[in-house]
């Protein structure tokens, strides 16, 4: 879907303070699907450490800022990263508590981010080239988290998974839609080299690609209600997309290339209005809303 860009201007973006009740949540939360299952849930590995790692970029590059309205949305997406991170580390911990030990792969995650990709030792120009090196990346990652947002939103293979963690899922991929652009936005304000921008996105597709081939396996061979009956299959993956639970390889792929043109922008794809209208029926969200 298209989106217009006065649908751009007109959001304020804002953290919706959303809790939720893990308690009744089963391990196989899409039926009949333990797979599709864990590759969505390496979000809730991956994502805690990553989102806290665009929040403290986000908040180095502030005072960078030449642009009311840029810094204005700025703070709203450091806002709204750091309750994604939050949530998704509250579904880990739920998986934790049902026996399934994420802590290892969790500090993979945490020495990919705190550690390669963290804070160096350097001043002047040096540290603000390594800065928006890394919003570079933050920017490709956000082009995919952007489309798989509008994917999800539009999943409704997935409508029979459990509710609770469809809100989750479906909450945060309309806050990925709705600040789809504000990533793009500040790498082309403080930098935007094109070459940069290509080799960001020829470095994130790959690493993506890894971590969740990698989580998904990790899940299924540590999922204590598997007992190591099952693994993660390619056949698997390539049957969830043919059913619409999981994003087909050929739409993956076909996300790469509008990342490469040169009038590309964010805006030109997804829908915000459908991701305002998602956060106006939103469980999580309205609870949030009505508590704020």
Same mark, same amino acid.
């Given at each position: ?205 790959? *690493? ?66 459908? *991701? ?11 609870? *949030?809303?009505? *508590?704020?």
């Amino acid at each position: 879907m298209s989106a217009q860009p006065h649908e751009q201007e007109q959001i304020v973006l804002h953290a919706r303070d959303v809790k939720f009740d893990w308690s009744s949540l089963p391990m196989h939360w899409v039926p009949g699907e333990p797979q599709t299952g864990h590759t969505l849930n390496v979000l809730h590995l991956a994502l805690p450490e990553g989102e806290r790692w665009f929040v403290e970029i986000f908040k180095q590059a502030v005072p960078l800022i030449k642009d009311d309205r840029l810094r204005e949305d700025v703070l709203g997406f450091i806002g709204q990263e750091a309750m994604h991170a939050e949530a998704h580390a509250g579904a880990a911990d739920h998986l934790d508590s049902r026996g399934l030990d994420t802590k290892p792969f969790n500090r993979q995650m945490e020495w990919i981010f705190r550690k390669l990709l963290g804070d160096r030792e350097l001043t002047g120009k040096a540290r603000e080239e390594w800065l928006i090196e890394r919003l570079a990346a933050v920017a490709a990652i956000e082009h995919y988290t952007a489309f798989l947002g509008q994917w999800m939103l539009d999943a409704h293979a997935l409508d029979h998974a459990d509710p609770t963690m469809l809100d989750l899922l479906r909450w945060h991929a309309a806050e990925e839609v709705e600040h789809r652009s504000v990533a793009f936005d500040l790498f082309q304000h403080l930098d935007g080299r094109y070459p940069r921008r290509i080799r960001s996105m020829l470095l994130v597709t790959p *690493a993506l690609a890894w971590i969740f081939v990698r989580g998904t396996r990790y899940l299924m061979r540590h999922d204590p209600e598997l007992r190591g009956r099952a693994k993660a299959r390619w056949r698997d993956f390539f049957r969830a997309g043919k059913r619409g639970t999981l994003p087909t390889t050929v739409a993956l792929l076909r996300e790469i290339w509008p990342y490469f043109k040169r009038s590309y922008h964010p805006s030109q794809t997804g829908s915000t209005d459908q *991701a305002v209208a998602y956060l106006a029926s939103s469980p999580a969200a309205r609870a *949030a809303e009505a *508590a704020h």
